[in-house]
């Protein structure tokens, strides 16, 4: 045989074997390149594989489903040349000349994709492409190690359109990706470690993200899952794995099918954590359907795996990213933040997670660090945000913690804690907030916007911080129907702060029944509720006031315990009442720029122990028909510390009570029946105490000229200790100041009576006189009738039958002056000091004036014999008394009373008189409360020190009474044992170091 020519078979023969891709017998190293067109195998055996040019694997058949698979044993070792690649499939065709790769190693035996290079580096050959034509269902990568690709696509692996299997795979060292795939791309890519890989472990489409799972990595360029720009339209759920999710451009949920209510939601598992690049965001559902193109985010964490919604800044900042967008088109019953952190948003709408007619479920979650609000909320966004025992944390963003830029959002807003923040909350007027605990923000307040409260709302305490109307607030129902009203309750302990120019207003101003409102703001002694201004220094007329219109719910309107200051902005009143009767009761009424509060003439509020100070003006204004609906308040401080009583009419019956202030008549008094009907009445009853003065010009008038119908009738009852004056509203008084009381012939007679009262400074216009009778017969009995401009009492008519009985008549021209007919009976009378007549009559019939001190013993001059006040002609003066009565009421007149504790608990009282008629001295009394009972506490009577002309000025010293309020009263005692109660003042003692007393 010749040997060099069967040594030279044998050298072909190796090398073909060698050259053929299909070797299952010999040692490698084995080369490959070219197309794999049919089913072929590489074993470990042949390692290394060495790719010396592109390996393209897919059938050369264009039968439909035909594949070449190309399997890798276990084991094996796939080298590739600089600038090679392995090919998968064909990019044109899904499902011809498909091509398969079934590359399943073991953890034992892995199977390794790298460079052919000496000294590998990341790029040094292309990497693996799955193409459109891969068959994903036959492709499947497991326990590989793929490095070092990159060369031309800069991944690993790159797919195109393919969504193969790749699992406990190692892949690293590449020059950009570790896996790269298209937007139609959606591998099932889990249990791999991803490490140095100069970029991104994964990059992928947002809608198949939900197809990796349990990756880890580390030392790659970001050790992240690289979400793209786009869309998760169908399901989808991410899971916690060691790699986070990196939002590299904006990524929006929604279903990409137009039907009715079809709905994409994204479910984020617990633990997940998503990083967003500078000016991406998250966004959900569409922004103009509600119904269509819906999507949903279910993003439940836990405690101990809570979600992070963050940025990927290196030092991140507020406004890297978007935030989360909740937009029209999310399903709100299937979107949630449980357990959430979502911080460092507002890059574009300045918030980290804004709600566009959407309300999802919020809670459990921080929200943080926003480049302006932590929550914003437009259109009617209603989400809940927090719950009872599932409250969030909403902290250093820096304008708002929670912002609603319109009235319309309306959310809950539960056990929330809101810190650090430029403001705790904005929210509309209809709000839901429950129990949110808002500390150390810069503007620690929830400010209010301005608008309706159209239906039943609570603004509750939130841990003591104030609430901050910035615009006009109308409470009323939005409802037309009949009766329907809308309530605002506002509980114990708010504060209400009022922007300067704002008000509150109930009810509508057109309709009593229709669109109604009402407001229930019942504070207690402990816990007031505050209205007031939101100036840093509060001054009278900062804002409105609460303004009561006709369309009040008055049934259900009450204020109690409640302070009012500072407002008098536009009708100068704290409080406005137009057509409106509501419940003020127990409140403090203070600093307004006009009136405490002002009633138009169709108002009668209930207004009952207010107290009322350094109000400009009045405390309170009235019509007189609807003044009985006071009692019991106090005040000082104010304008005037009195009760205003405009001119008007008093049509049915009323009481008016003494309370701590005054009553002062603007402008004339009528008092008479609305009523056409026979001898209706209508009575004015004047309690015991009460202090009526009046301004100049002004008068009372009883009944009408008619006798019998539109009748009248004064009932005032004083007491020896409790008398009732009727006097000048001067500063310094004096005589015909205003008109005095008159009494015409519709007075009801019978109704009609003055007792223990005080009657001075009146005469301004005709007849000059006190009291004036015209045919009017009314009791004057215990009166002191005095310093008018002419005449005491006037009486005229031959139907004027005055009986005056145990009265003062002094320091008048006339005492009594009778015409026309008429005939005063007047007996056990003090007439005394009138300039002119003491009684005089000017023709028949005679009237009786027996039994009456005239002034000295003698009796009456004139045309009496004495030297007395003088008596005319047609009066029966004799018999006379020959001494002062002791039944007529005594006579000083107090310039002041006042009562002041000092440091050691001593209370310090003082009176000044002007004047003392047969007074012999003073007793003091006190008591607990104003109407309770009181004990005299001066052991001796104090002597009286001045005149008849001149009074005196005096002080007491209660020596440490307590602690506490107290209320004095003064009595004077005179000549005859006749005593006479005056007061009250009121003092607060606290003694001890810085002892705190107020009046």
Known sequence: MNMKKYCAGIFLLCLCLFTVSKTAFSAGPTYHSGYISSDETWYASGNPHIINGDVIARSSSSSYGATATLTIEAGCEVKFNPGTGLFIGTGSYVDYYRGALNAQGTSGSPITFTSNATTPSAGDWKGIYFYNGTYDGGTILSYCTVEYGGNTYSSNMYFSNASPTIQNCTIQNSSGYGIYCNDYSAPTITNNIFNNNATYPISMNPDYV??????????????????????????????????????????????????????????????????????????????????????????????????????????????????????????????????????????TYNSNIYCNNSSPMIKNSTIQNSSANGIFLTSSSNPPIGGTGNGNTITNNSTYGIYCNSTTPVPNVTDNT???????????????????????????????????????????????????????????????????????????????????????????????????????????????????????????????????????????????????????????????????????????????????????????????????????????????????????????????????????????????????????????????????SYLATATLTINPGCEIKFNTGAGLFIGTSNADYYRGALYAQGTSGSPIAFTSGAATPSAGDWKGIYFYNGTYDGGAILSYCTIEYGGYSFPSSNIYCNNASPAIQNCIISKSSNYGVYSTGSSSTPSITCSALKENSYGVYATSGSKPSISNCNITNNSTYGVYNTGAPTLTAENNWWGDASGPSGVGAGTGDAVSNYVDYDPWLASSQSCVPTIIELVSFTAKADDDGNVIIRWETASEIDTVGFNLYRARQKNGTYEKINNNTIASEGSDVEGANYRFEDNKPGWGSFYYKIEDVDSYGVKTMHGTVKVRVKFGDNAERRR
Request: overall charge negative; proline content about 3%.
């Open 418 to 676: 809101i810190t650090t923040n430029g403001t705790a909350m904005r929210v509309g007027p209809y709000m839901n907030l429950t129990n949110n605990i808002c500390t150390g923000n810069t503007n620690n307040v929830i400010e209010v916007i301005g608008g309706y409260v159209d239906g039943d709302n609570i603004w509750r305490v939130q841990n003591g911080i104030p609430y901050n109307v910035l615009g006009d607030v109308t409470v009323r129902s939005s409802s037309g129907s009949y009766l329907a009203t809308a309530t605002l309750t506002i509980d114990a302990g708010c504060e209400v702060k009022f922007n300067p120019g704002t008000g509150l207003f109930i009810g509508n101003n057109s309709y009593a029944d229709y669109y109604r409102g009402a407001l229930n703001a019942q504070g207690t002694s402990g816990s007031p509720i505050i209205f007031t201004s939101n100036a840093t220094t509060p001054s009278a007329g900062d804002w409105k006031g609460i303004y009561f219109y006709n369309g009040t719910y008055d049934g259900g309107t009450t204020l109690s315990y409640c302070t009012v200051s500072y407002g008098g902005y536009a009708y100068n009143a704290n409080l406005y009442f137009n057509n409106a009767s509501p419940t003020i009761q127990n409140c403090t009424i203070q600093n307004s720029s006009g009136y405490g509060i002002y009633c138009n003439d169709y108002s009668a509020p209930t207004i009952a122990n207010n107290i009322f100070n350094n109000n400009a003006t009045y405390p309170i204004s009235m019509n007189p028909d609807y003044i009985d609906t006071t009692s019991g308040n106090t005040g000082s401080g104010n304008g005037t510390d009195a009760i205003l009583v405009r001119g008007g009419y008093v049509y049915s019956n009323a009481t008016w009570v003494d309370q701590g202030l005054f009553y002062f008549i603007y402008g004339d008094v009528t008092v008479r029946s609305s009523s056409g």
């Open 210 to 347: 939900d197809t990796t799972s349990g990756n880890t990595g580390s030392g790659n360029g970001t050790d992240a899952i690289l979400v793209r720009s786009g869309y998760v339209d169908s399901n989808a759920t991410w899971v916690d794995q060691g790699l986070f999710y990196f939002i590299h451009g904006n990524v929006t949920v929604r279903s990409s099918s137009g039907n009715y209510l079809a709905t994409a939601t994204l479910t984020i598992n617990p633990g997940c954590e998503i990083k967003f690049n500078t000016g991406t965001g998250l966004f959900i559902g569409n922004n103009s359907y509600t119904d269509y193109y819906r999507g949903a985010l279910n993003a439940q964490g836990t405690s101990g795996s809570p979600i992070i919604f963050t940025s990927n800044a290196a030092t991140p900042s507020a406004g890297d990213w978007q935030g989360i967008y909740f937009y029209n088109g999310t399903y709100d019953g299937g979107t949630i933040l449980d357990y959430c952190t979502v911080e460092y948003g507002g890059h």
